[in-house]
Antibody
Framework: EVQLVESGGGLVQPGGSLRLSCAASGFTFSSYWMSWVRQAPGKGLEWVANIKQDGSEKYYVDSVKGRFTISRDNAKNSLYLQMNSLRAEDTAVYYCARGSYRWEYWGQGTLVTVSS | DIQMTQSPSSLSASVGDRVTITCQAS??????LNWYQQKPGKAPKLLIYDASNLETGVPSRFSGSGSGTDFTFTISSLQPEDIATYYC?????????FGQGTKVEIK
């Protein structure tokens, strides 16, 4: 059974940093692109970033470029999102999802709240 | 960026009704479109991929059609468990973008 479990969310002040993790199981993690998708409270879905199987290609939505870094550790079957210089508008539930363009499997999400 | 415009933003229908949601892309995206269902507090669920292909395990009352810039998502006979918000999503280009969502309620 495919499972994706996010962790690392919480309350952080504007300008602060947070690192999200996603633990994957039930499939060959190193064979798949992985993505982060977020959803602000009461709002729609927004793709944030994705990363190729070997980490050699990474892509970001413009609003997080230069502040967020997606990475992965295939030996640990884990996906990460390092978030720096956080802003109030980054407040959202962050989901990890398997794939680059079609997401059949999603985690349960982890809430990031940016507030003073 | 490719803008995805869904309509309506919300709808109310009776059990058994046929429900149709449209999604328009700001440029030609061929059939590079997916549809998701999201229930409150839950992660989205993929229903339709490549505009018209039903994801494994998804009931056949759900269907999708279209290509180019205009797409349609249909629930042939609305059921109480279909109460959710539905999103279209394009993958012709980066960034991947979603429609704003259509909230479906029971009348």
């Amino acid at each position: 059974e495919v499972q994706l479990v996010e962790s690392g969310g919480g309350l952080v002040q504007p300008g602060g940093s947070l690192r999200l993790s996603c633990a994957a199981s039930g499939f060959t993690f190193s064979s798949y692109w992985m993505s982060w998708v977020r959803q602000a409270p009461g709002k729609g879905l927004e793709w944030v970033a994705n990363i190729k199987q070997d980490g050699s290609e990474k892509y970001y939505v413009d609003s997080v470029k230069g502040r967020f870094t997606i990475s992965r550790d295939n030996a640990k079957n884990s996906l990460y999102l390092q978030m720096n210089s956080l802003r109030a508008e980054d407040t959202a539930v962050y989901y990890c999802a398997r794939g680059s363009y079609r997401w059949e499997y999603w985690g349960q999400g982890t809430l990031v709240t940016v507030s003073s | 960026d490719i803008q995805m415009t869904q309509s309506p933003s919300s709808l109310s229908a009776s059990v058994g009704d046929r429900v149709t949601i449209t999604c328009q892309a700001s440029q030609d995206i061929s059939n590079y479109l997916n549809w998701y269902q999201q229930k409150p507090g839950k992660a989205p669920k993929l229903l339709i991929y490549d505009a018209s292909n039903l994801e494994t395990g998804v009931p056949s009352r759900f269907s999708g059609s279209g290509s180019g810039t205009d797409f349609t998502f249909t629930i042939s006979s609305l059921q109480p468990e279909d109460i959710a918000t539905y999103y279209c999503q394009q993958y012709d280009n980066l960034p991947r973008t979603f429609g704003q969502g259509t909230k479906v309620e029971i009348k």
